[in-house]
């Protein structure tokens, strides 16, 4: 199996995402999310990590942190785990996580105020509250509140953005903030390139000048620049690759040209597309969101344990993208898709 590639450099800045397993409520009742504060504080110190802000919703929560060595993994292991402990000691049941949380290499230079504003103005958008301070649950307040201590938060940084004085620096945020309230544009999500880095051209140079070996280099590399389709381009690609009218027909169970050319679509679709499961089962008869959901998963696993079936498929998805008039388009590695 490939080796899942780890972007996690020391001093890097990162804005960590994390779901409940099938959006579940996991932080429905105060006393969870302070068990969660509690381990994010221990395992800050413990492992050295900066946090420069958090909200915790009740099916997620956000974080934004910096490194100070290259021990990601293993503080978000350590944060994870010890919540989804104390969770199933209250009584849960199954998986508390919907599998590996999103990490998002942020420029700090050009994007840092865009992710703490847009972090602390998630209960807003959410209609919970009308102004972000009103929300207990982030690290909001904390900072409008100079005498609150908590130590494991990083807030030094706000005289250098916002004036000297430690007051007229606050009240400067406080204005940041409330000013992309109700804003389409907050500045910071459409940033994001391909759902991994966010920063100016010559910054995700110098990720890549981090990344070690040249398939390394080359996986992240098509993850910065592929360009997208849509489905129907996808559908008309595929379509003609495998000389099919249409993929909406079909016996995906005893067809094995029709089936792979459905999995072909559906792999393009997730790697190209920000299709949700519905738009991707409308293209394929109206299959249900439960149905492409299982048949994504059983790809990907086969992808990563089988390798001669790996080898074939993504031979045809390179044939198919070939086919499709040199839009410079390369398939995600395999790596990728284990970090997906």
Not at 204 to 215: C, F, K, R, T
Not at 260 to 277: E, G, I, M, P
Not at 286 to 314: E, G, M, P, T
């Amino acid at each position: 199996m490939a080796r899942p590639l780890r972007i996690q450099f020391e001093g890097a800045m990162f804005h960590v995402i994390s779901r409940g397993d099938k959006e579940e409520t996991i932080f429905g009742e105060d006393h969870l999310k302070e068990c969660f504060l509690r381990y994010l504080g221990i395992g800050a110190e413990r492992y050295e990590i900066d946090i420069y802000a958090f909200c915790i919703m009740n099916t997620h929560y956000h974080l934004l942190l910096q490194l100070n060595k290259t021990n990601l993994v293993e503080f978000m292991h350590y944060l994870g785990s010890s919540y989804a402990n104390y969770l199933i000691s209250c009584g849960w049941k199954g998986h508390v996580f919907r599998g590996r949380y999103k990490a998002i290499l942020v420029d700090r230079e050009a994007y840092m105020l865009a992710v703490v504003r847009y972090i602390h103005l998630n209960p807003v958008e959410a209609g919970i509250v009308e102004l972000p301070e009103q929300y207990p649950w982030s690290s909001y307040a904390i900072y409008l509140d100079n005498s609150e201590n908590v130590s494991w938060l990083k807030r030094n940084w706000l005289t250098s953005y916002f004036g000297r004085e430690g007051i007229d620096a606050v009240s400067a945020f406080r204005q940041f903030t409330e000013e992309g309230i109700g804003k389409d544009d907050p500045g910071y999500p459409e940033k994001i390139k391909a759902g991994l880095v966010c920063g100016r051209p010559e910054f995700i140079a110098q990720v890549l000048s981090y990344i070690d070996g040249d398939d390394r280099r080359e996986a992240i590399r098509k993850k910065f620049g592929f360009s997208s389709m849509s489905l129907e381009e996808i559908n008309s690609m595929v379509c003609r690759a495998f000389t099919l009218d249409d993929l909406r027909r079909g016996d995906y169970r005893h067809d094995q040209t029709y089936r792979r050319a459905c999995d072909v679509f559906l792999y393009l679709a997730k790697d190209f597309t920000q299709s949700s499961n519905a738009e991707i089962g409308d293209k394929l008869g109206h299959a249900s969101n439960n149905v492409i959901s299982c048949r994504f998963y059983r790809l990907r696993q086969k992808i990563n344990d089988d390798v001669a079936f790996r080898d074939d498929f993504l031979r045809q998805v390179k044939e198919v993208l070939e086919s499709g008039h040199g839009k410079g388009l390369t398939p995600k590695s395999v790596s990728d898709m284990e970090r997906d």
